[in-house]
């Protein structure tokens, strides 16, 4: 075996644990996943270790996992901050419990936007209605709520336009711990990825532009257009800002707002990203890739475009005619292995340009995928 | 679960069966191996059955995989054209037994070869001593003594210079049926990559330069540069003609003679090549996932070039400084988890370039794993 290679242990073995995996393999790696049951999308691809009872949150084999493993990673930024610190006593988890500790919360996470002087929207902590009432006072209309947790995919969020809406409001996110964000008038939502190793190493993917619909990512377009220099190279150091507070160490993905006043940070995950899904082909080295060698302590690879356009292309909730975009050139399908169900991650489809033109053509030939 | 999903077993569970699974994971394809033990290269990747008494060649535990499998496939040319025909009264085999029995023979090759008007060099059939004389005499020096079955990478070859050598090369071979080619005055090796499907679709990848050294492939060159169109579709000419008289289904590669009177064919091969390894990166859809897509019945993917300029730099016998690979941007390094030992083929090194000169200078960046 080569000197590079170790046994990478996953939390979780979705859709992200699969791709990390078989970005990993070519580096000599094998890997290991905790996930709910067998049948998740990684499970074919590494030693597969599950709750005694299947789709349980149960932790009871989670040691056979920590065993195998020389480093461990996650799937989720919902994963345990006090499991995460458990594990670290006995094996290096990356990112660590830190990235985890801030990323997880909106409040945390909005206070280290405020700390490093990243712009974000204005907020406030809401525990009760009593809280909300005052928050939209301080605030203003139209707000969003959104639960401190768990929130992704547009789930746990409500935007509150009318007074009359907050006991809806409160009662639509589960009368949980929450943050009220004031309404940011966006132009584009935009994101960016980086990576940082343990060897204080940095790299930066471009700027990217998604469109969601119902909160779901539906496309991403690899570089964002119309960008100034200057903007990319503010968004880089917003990010090497939050990778060395935070000592962070593997793929970091900030989601920005491009508004008239420049960018505002949104949210951040301390992992890779689907608005990274389109780096596989399109990019010199993949998120996944970096990831990878970042957390197994390897130099960070090019982030540099192979095409000068791109674009990843979501399936959500049914397959499609998956053989109608293999028949395209320049078109690369991913599948994840899983059932159909409405509003679900189902594979996500890359196309690569060598021009605006070529790209909208292709694009339009997907547009079963984007209706 | 995708409509175009299934479960692909691949007899051998080494490198190419390792590249193949990554290539068809995308496209929500299962894998299963057999294979000689739960060490080999793509073991992590899939369910693998192993003989009950591993590293032994008893297929008594092979029902797994066949129950397993949709369809079934094959890495080594030296599989046996027995058992495949059996399995294919369960389970579809692709390629079949017949591209099995032509190019497993060198004997049969070369006749088929003759049959189709593929010039090839002149060739006798030698079983014994007297053969090996009659053939000599009639052939000329220098020839080359083949067995005519399980040579790849130089062995159970023997180049004789002198008629004194005759007793030397049948004794070198192990005294095995064997043919005796006349010696090729070559420029350059080349070889060409194609993919037939069932729906009788047929693509082909460019020409490319193959330099060996003790028999084993170092480098490959892709596209072969100073190649005439006419000459490319001549290559592909000779692989139409080849992939419809076998019904191939699946990749075939070809290895040539570049000489002054034109192309020679050397030997076939009814798989994935590794002077394809190239492609991985380097062409629009890999030689792997073309192979999964013509045996799972989906339309193949283009083989245009995604660079003008690649190269595949093998990893033998000793990984090296990797670190120092992974640092280079346009590399992709591919390691096969393997331990190392002399002669081994361990992974490889793909370049991409936008010129010569850039090519050139990455080779020589990687001239440690090519001198």
């Known amino acids: 075996m080569s000197t590079i290679s170790c046994h990478i242990g996953i939390l979780g073995a979705g859709q992200l644990g699969r791709m990390l995996a078989m970005a990993g393999y070519p580096l000599g790696h094998k890997f290991g996943f905790y996930g709910l049951s067998h049948d998740e999308p990684a499970s074919m691809l ?25 480093v461990i990673t996650f799937e989720s930024e919902n994963t ?49 209605l009593t809280d909300l009432e005052a928050a939209v006072n301080t605030i203003g209309l139209p707000a969003v709520l959104k639960t401190t947790t768990e929130g992704y995919d547009g789930k746990g969020q409500f935007v509150i336009k009318q007074p009359e809406q907050l006991y809806q409001a409160w009662l639509s996110i589960g009368e949980r711990p929450a943050i009220l964000e004031g309404f940011v008038n966006f132009k584009r939502e935009l994101s960016i990825i980086a990576v940082r190793n343990a060897n204080n190493e940095h790299v930066y993917y471009s700027l990217v532009e998604n469109q969601h619909r119902d909160g779901i990512l539906r496309l991403t377009l690899a570089p964002a ?66 990831h990878i060698r970042a957390i197994s302590g390897l130099p960070l690879g090019s982030t540099a475009a192979r095409q000068p356009f791109a674009a990843m292309v979501n399936i959500i909730g049914e397959h499609g005619d998956i053989q109608a975009a293999l028949k395209l050139p320049n078109v690369h399908v991913h599948l994840y292995d899983k059932a159909e169900r409405a509003g679900r991650k189902l594979g996500h489809i890359n196309v690569l340009a060598n021009s605006q033109a070529e790209l909208n053509q292709t694009l339009e030939q997907l547009q079963a995928w984007l209706s």
Chains 1, 2 share one sequence.
Request: charged share 20%.
């Open 46 to 70: 590494g030693h597969m270790h599950t709750p005694t009872q299947e789709n349980t949150d149960d932790t009871s084999n989670l040691d056979d996992l920590v065993s195998f493993a020389d």
């Open 80 to 128: 345990s901050v006090e499991l995460v610190k458990q594990i670290s006593q006995i094996t290096p988890v990356y990112p660590s419990a830190t990235s985890l500790y801030y990323a997880q919360d909106r409040g945390r996470e909005k206070a280290l936007f405020n700390q490093l002087a990243i712009p974000c929207a204005p907020y406030a902590l809401v525990n009760n």
């Open 225 to 290: 257009q119309q960008i100034d220099p200057a903007i990319q190279q503010q968004a880089e150091r917003y990010m090497q800002a939050l990778l060395d507070k935070m000592g962070h160490v593997g793929v970091l993905t900030l989601e920005l707002f491009e508004t008239e006043a420049g960018l505002v940070a949104n949210e951040m995950a301390p992992r890779v990203h689907n608005s990274g899904h389109w780096t596989m082909e399109g990019a010199q080295t993949s998120q996944f890739e970096n």
